[in-house]
């Protein structure tokens, strides 16, 4: 018998242009804004970005993966406001996300915080928001967690409920027209991690199933078209289609250790979130391959196929095929960072500990961790 859950954002409004409803969507939710985006994204002079801006009762410009003392801030500036619009990446989204929780339950993120905090429920809903992505990577535009960096503590956690979920998640492919390609290689790979580890994970469930499989066909197909022109709308759709179903995916079925190995990795590393995930991708793939049972082989098998268009290919080719395309997209391994081999075991041992580890698969020992990790530097 299946028996699975699923939420998602209760409103999902997709195309290309569709930002142009983003005011009309925030009217009913109050006057006072708070805009929580990338600095990149403040500084524009298009008539969106200006207009949006002109109407915040509060700005919170985001740079770099969100930390606790980030959303303290953003909750401080928020305090007189009745909703919140976040515009950006995933990073820009997930800080919007603690902040409208905080603004509608009260207390310090620590409050709510996985593993290193007091993992207390949200009780409230959030202040009313709408997320707006500007990549195709994280999907958090419809994921009920919002990923933070503890510096001090040297691993990123997670403050996770479905009342976090967004009011509305608005996605307008042509948003993602004016990335730089370095930005859509590493993006489009998170995105393509984040349908294949739910098909895999242990708790796949059949409407997830659903989503990947159209993900990794869409994402496989145009990553590398984005990558080499920007302004290839059709890729671009594909790209943000992708990313979305991945997001629904990941926040109803898991991750796996591509994500586990990202957490403590991003917590001590200045390194993006999207590139992480991607130098791991292969590594993760061919280890799981290697100990898998047999129904997780079908499934690799499955991903194979997608991937590589041969209806006859085994899983050994889908990994291959992922090789290839990290390289083909100049995707730099972990060591680019800053990782060396000496920080190994300490990374290992989070890692081992982390949520999104415990969706994987397999079970690996410290050696099999540490081995993954140094065939991605």
Not at 85 to 95: H, L, P
Not at 289 to 318: C, F, H, M, W
Request: hydrophobic share 45%; charged share 20%.
């Amino acid at each position: 018998m299946v028996t699975f859950e699923f939420a998602t954002a209760h409103r999902v409004i997709f195309g290309s242009g569709t930002a142009s409803q983003l005011e009309a969507l925030a009217r009913p939710m109050g006057r006072r804004l708070l805009l929580v985006t990338h600095r990149s994204f403040a500084s524009r002079d298009d008539a969106f970005a200006q207009s949006l801006g002109k109407s915040a009762a509060a700005t919170l410009e985001v740079s770099g993966e969100p930390d606790f003392d980030l959303v303290r801030r953003g909750v401080a500036a928020g305090q007189d406001c009745d909703h919140v619009i976040a515009v950006g990446g995933g990073s820009v989204i997930d800080t919007a996300k603690a902040i409208g929780m905080l603004l509608g339950n009260g207390g310090d993120p620590l409050d709510y915080a996985e593993v290193i905090g007091d993992g207390r429920p949200v009780e409230k809903p959030s202040l009313p928001w709408i997320a707006v992505p500007t990549t195709a990577g994280a999907g958090a535009e419809v994921t009920r967690n919002a990923v933070l960096r503890s510096p001090e503590h040297g691993v990123k956690v997670s403050l996770r409920s479905p009342r976090m979920l967004p009011s509305v998640a608005l996605i307008d492919p042509e948003l993602t027209r004016s990335l730089p390609p370095a930005v859509t290689a590493a993006t489009g790979l998170d995105a393509l991690s984040q349908v294949l580890e739910p098909f895999v994970s242990r708790r796949a469930n059949p409407l997830t199933d659903a989503l990947c499989r159209d993900g990794l066909t869409r994402i496989s197909r145009s990553l590398l078209r984005a990558f080499n022109n920007g302004e290839d709308l059709v890729a671009r759709e594909d790209l943000a289609l992708g990313a979305l179903f991945g997001g629904m995916a990941l926040a109803n079925s898991g991750l796996g250790a591509v994500h586990g190995f990202a957490a403590p990795i991003g917590g001590c590393l200045n390194a993006p979130h999207g590139a992480v995930c991607a130098a791991l991708l292969a590594p993760v793939m061919e280890a799981n391959l290697a100990a898998a049972p047999s129904q997780t082989k079908d499934r690799y098998a499955e991903v194979a196929r997608i991937l590589t268009g041969n209806a006859d290919a085994r899983p050994e080719e889908g990994v291959i095929w992922v090789r290839s395309l990290t390289k083909t997209l100049s995707i730099p391994g972990l060591a680019a960072y800053g990782l060396a081999e000496s920080g190994l075991p300490a990374i290992c041992e989070k890692a081992a500990q982390a949520s999104s580890m415990q969706g994987n698969p397999v079970s690996f020992s410290k050696p099999e961790l540490e081995t993954i990790l140094r065939a991605a530097l």
